[in-house]
């Protein structure tokens, strides 16, 4: 074997440098004590995106994948830590288990909440298209010292037969309809930044054009809210601010939320009002 050089010593410390200095920005603070009523703000952080299928120990299985299109696809799965099944996380905005499929043009997004059957979880997907997709089970483990940032796995699939692809909207476009309401994007700067955390603010009106003054809880909030990269296909939770039935003023919703890369994001904001569950997107650009 042969010696090492000063110069190869020096290329290896100049490495190990930026090991350590890569280590330091990820680290997270201590979180706040159980029994604190402040929850501090997102803070930048590695943590689960949904672009593999195993995260800290957990891995999919994949038990039933989706096969055709359909309203009513079946979807089965577990969860499994060192090779074992786990069926018991934390809640979640009231549910164990979140679990979402994409496809890859944004245009067919679903959410649901499986049933736990044994030790596997079951659910159905409506799919009315064709296409390459990707899901994701979302959930927070009980030994979590991070409860804000699930762990999320995600795998592809695809439903065969033709698809009709939907070109995403551009970020200029900040006010969509959802079932007759009407969803703004009110914030300034217009770009969100990449690894900083900030709020992102939605102005909800009502059909008749008159701002919503207050929202039915849904999944214990205000709101749902999850991001998808539009080209990585990485997942973004956005946490709501109000708390579940408050009044809103001037119609308006809060979410914040670190997004860990550049580009653009589709935002699906899932509201109930009327005893009526809607689903607003909206695409973000986020720069550096």
Known sequence: MRSLRFTDWAFLAAAAAVVAAATITLTRPTPAPAHSTHQPDLVPAAHSDGLSEAEGGYRFDRVTMPAERGPAVPVAFRILRDGAPVTTFLDNQTKQMHFFAI?????????????????????????????????????????????????????????????????VPAPAVSTVTADGFTVTRID??????????????????APDGTPVKALDPHLGANGHMTGFHTMLLSATHLHPVEPPGAPLINGELTFKAVFADRGEYRLFLEFSHGGKLHTAAITVAVTS
């Open 188 to 205: 300034e700067p217009e770009h969100p930044s990449a690894m900083r955390p900030q709020s992102l603010r939605f102005a909800i009106r």
């Open 103 to 167: 496809r890859d043009d944004m245009h067919v997004f679903q959410h649901v909440h499986p049933t736990l059957v044994g030790d596997t979880w079951h659910t159905t997907l409506s799919l009315p298209d064709g296409g390459a997709y990707r899901m994701f089970a979302e959930f927070v483990p009980t030994d979590t010292k991070d409860p804000r940032h699930p762990v999320v796995l995600g795998v592809p699939f695809t439903v065969p037969g033709d698809t009709s692809l939907v070109p």
